[in-house]
């Protein structure tokens, strides 16, 4: 059985994270590029975000405006430590997209502020990670999401073994980040 989401976003820290050519829904998948260690050509970033228009998917790039600018990307990610104001005027890019992430009410309305039209609530479920004990699990996750006027994506946690509680959920799709490196073949079964 698959899970029912308008949009799935899925974290690369790489070009070569992800093979284009596995995916099928297209007009529902999105790549946020957040590459933070290895230094990439910006040749191939084009080249890569080129490709991604050519199949229909999104490209957003992380807390750099310039370089999303420059690149043509769908729009930009505002991590939830990213406090920023940017300065876009909506004439500037009609189909420029911001969206952010966040972890608490608070972040959630910084994120408001910063214009962001899609945020990417995080902790659904128990991660692995140190220091990150807490989540929001099904429940907490829908009270929080139930009367705020945003579109909402959930984040972390999210395993073969709970997908299916995905759709019980008040958002609109799902991102992941370590599953995808741990088991690719989990875009198979979203896709």
Same mark, same amino acid.
Request: one cysteine or more; aromatic letters at 10%.
């Given at each position: ?49 080129? !490709?991604?228009? #050519?199949?229909?998917? *999104?490209? +957003? &790039? /992380?807390?750099?405006?310039? %370089?999303?600018?420059? $690149? ?70 829908? !009270?929080?999401? #139930?009367?705020?006027? *945003?579109? +909402? &994506? /959930?984040?972390?946690?999210? %395993?073969?073994?709970? $997908? ?28």
């Amino acid at each position: 059985m698959f899970i029912k989401k308008n949009k799935y976003y899925i974290y690369i820290e790489n070009l070569s994270s992800i093979n284009l050519n596995r995916v099928k829904n297209r007009s529902k998948f999105n790549l946020i590029y957040r590459n933070n260690i290895k230094k990439e050509k910006l040749s191939e970033i084009i080249a890569f975000q080129k !490709l991604c228009k #050519k199949k229909n998917i *999104k490209f +957003f &790039v /992380a807390n750099d405006l310039s %370089k999303a600018l420059r $690149l043509n990307a769908s729009g930009i990610y505002l991590s939830s430590y990213n406090k920023k104001f940017l300065n876009i005027s909506k004439t500037l890019r009609k189909n420029f997209e911001i969206i952010g992430s966040a972890h608490n009410f608070s972040e959630i309305n910084m994120k408001r502020k910063q214009g962001c039209e899609t945020v990417i609530l995080s902790r659904l479920f128990k991660t692995d990670y140190k220091n990150k004990s807490t989540f929001l699990g099904t429940t907490r996750f829908n !009270l929080m999401t #139930k009367n705020l006027l *945003k579109n +909402f &994506v /959930a984040l972390g946690g999210i %395993k073969s073994k709970n $997908l299916m509680k995905i759709n019980i959920l008040n958002c609109e799709g799902i991102a992941l980040l370590s599953e995808v490196k741990k088991k690719p073949a989990i875009i198979r079964r979203l896709f």
